[in-house]
């Protein structure tokens, strides 16, 4: 198969992943969604000589990095509009949350933006994209071993996390439950 065909190939299978795990990480700012995912196409089209036998990692990881050049980007944007005085606040819209505006299991997202943004990578790695740790290391460039350790290490950290929100939570998941014997 040409590299070109490879490529083809990759991004006829791959692309919703590759949306889906770009959408999450921007958290609803849509309009970038596709202009990031265009991004990495676009890096996988120019090292289409590059693309492993099991791109999806790969792609994975040409994501990170264009989400990060992303947030870069959006930094610096919103910097300058502070700088002209054109931000929302000055034109009236304001976004006030409803009392009701707690998703179930918001605390488990609470929990994760505590973590620093490796840890929270990891672990979106293995749960929402279901990358077995062999997958993460060719995502995160590194070894099999250096993946299973930071992801244990995160695991143990949103753990800590967890508890500190939810102590209540905690205590029901570890004490023995009584069954009311007289």
Known sequence: MSNDETFAAAYREHYWAVSRYVARRLDGRTSEVEEVVADVFTVAWR????????????????????LANAVRGQGR???????????????GRQVVASPDADAPGAWVHEAL????PADQEILRLTAWEELAVEEVAVALDCGTRAAAMR????????????????????ADVNSPKEHGHA
């Open 113 to 116: 933006a505590r973590l620093t």
């Open 47 to 66: 090292r289409r000589g590059d693309l492993p036998a099991t791109p999806l990692p790969w792609l994975y990881g040409v994501a990170r990095n264009c």
């Open 151 to 170: 992801l244990h290490r995160a695991r143990r950290r949103l753990r800590t996390e967890i508890d500190r929100i939810r102590p209540a939570l905690a």
């Open 77 to 91: 944007r919103r910097r300058l509009v502070d700088r002209l005085g054109n931000d929302e606040t000055a034109h």
